[in-house]
């Protein structure tokens, strides 16, 4: 067995804990239709400086902007990437590392609504929600990096993205996924990052942060897109491309041409970056192009048709960006849980890498803190599941047996004492009797989540930036704000 494909969670793996969903063959036939597709059919680059770049790389180039990419450099620029990416704290340890099976998990960002869990009130969010999400994501122990959750409506949303990044820097000190509206977001995100952790060059050597670029799909570059890979390829830095087709609307609604097209685009991506400088870090997309809904005309997010693409991205030996944790339900409910478990474990089964979207509800559309911590003790229930077993003379206890005879009792031993708590416990989950849950309130787990942010967010404290690091922040505030008047 290949121990790149097994699932890492910070132990060494349980080798019986694997799930791929495609044969070898399969993902022979996706490669190659997805290779046919940018060569013979070709996708549609609409940057000039990234088409004379395919040009300069072997491209075939039509009406304009229609690029068909050789196999060949495909191939090429699979070998230029690396197959391991690391995302590093503020203090500049390794946080995030991307390779293999190894799955890491945070939210998502932008959420147009946030239930409010002091109130229950779905409702517009402030940067105040970005500033105490983020500070919820540096006190939860099993989320691994911080995007923004929600977009604020209290501030100018046309550079909102420049206050979110303002924001997350001081409250926590966890890797950063980063989305900008404009490339100019992206490079002011970047200059933030340098100040904090000590320049350019502190920056590439060690990434605090990446930034997640979203395309219309396979076929379609669009010219921002491609302004902000360019750019954090000449930088050096980690490169999230993820085109994002709806089957059956602008990709086909069956998975594998879906997938086929998805792919491409990533590959198409991934050449773009290798081009302009070789070696760069891309992260490739592990998001299966869900089928719209076609009773209701909503895109999933809790679908069971997933971990096709991530099976494409392990066998190119590349790090996966992947979703899951998040659910269509509208509120925190039992739906909400179910959904977020299901998900989460199949992409950590399926060896997501960076797995996102905990704490999405109603199909990506709003936030909850609540939901975000009732998905951290899932991923620690999940984490506790995948840990290796030990089997051995010390944990069988076959002369304890022999000496406790038939009626046993065990609870005093010096074993029992020595093992009790290599046993997984939770803090939301309910484990307790009928009334000993009814004389603590009888709360429900959604309940319990809100009780569980609330305590955080009073007892936890992020060390704050530097004060030089603090001002050079500001400046770039105030330069975005000139700069949109």
Known sequence: MDASSLIEIGTPPNENARFNRLSEQQINRIHAASLEILERIGVRVYLPEAVELFRAGGARVEDGNLVHIPAARVEWALKSAPSQVTLYNQHGD???????????????????????????????????????????????NNIDFVMSMV?????????????????????TIKPIVYVSYEASGLVDAVEMAEAVVGGAEALRAKPLLTCYINVISGAVHNDVGLQKLLYLAGKGLPILYIPGSSGG?????????????????????????????????????AMDPAALDMRTMVGPYAYPERGIIRAMAQSYRL????????SDAKVVDQQAAA??????????????????DLGYLESGL??????????????????????PIEVSEETLALDLIAEMGAHG?????????KHVRESWYPQLFERGAFTDWMQKGGQTLAERGAARVDKILAEH??????????????????????KAG
């Not at 790090?319 to 998040?326: E, I, N, Y």
């Not at 959904?339 to 996102?356: K, P, Q, R, V």
């Not at 992020?462 to 690091?469: D, F, G, H, K, R």
Request: charged letters at 15%.
């Open 409 to 417: 009792q065990y609870l005093k031993t010096d074993h029992t004492r």
């Open 339 to 356: 959904e977020a478990a299901l998900t989460l474990l199949a992409d950590t089964l399926m060896g997501g890498n960076l797995i996102h």
């Open 319 to 326: 790090p996966s960006f992947s979703l899951a944790g998040g």
């Open 151 to 171: 977009l604020p409506t209290d501030v100018d949303q046309t550079i909102a993205d420049v206050y979110q990044m303002q924001v997350m820097l001081a409250n």
């Open 366 to 387: 709003t936030f909850s803190f609540a939901q975000l911590a009732i998905c951290n003790e899932i991923v620690s229930w999940i984490k506790a599941y995948l840990k």
């Open 461 to 482: 404290t992020v060390e704050p930036l530097p004060a030089e690091a603090q001002a050079r922040l500001a400046e770039i505030v105030a330069r975005a704000e000139a």
């Open 94 to 140: 390794p946080a995030v590392v991307l390779t293999g099976g190894r799955c890491h998990y945070g939210p998502g960002s932008d959420c147009l609504n946030i239930i409010d869990h002091r109130t229950g009130e779905r409702r517009r969010p402030l940067l105040q929600d970005v500033a105490e999400g983020a500070r919820l994501c540096d006190g939860l």
């Open 249 to 285: 609307v602008t990709s086909p609604i069956t998975m594998a041409g879906a997938v086929a097209l998805d792919l491409a685009g990533g590959l198409a991506g991934l050449t773009l970056s290798q081009l302009k400088q070789e070696g760069t870090p891309y992260i490739m997309s």
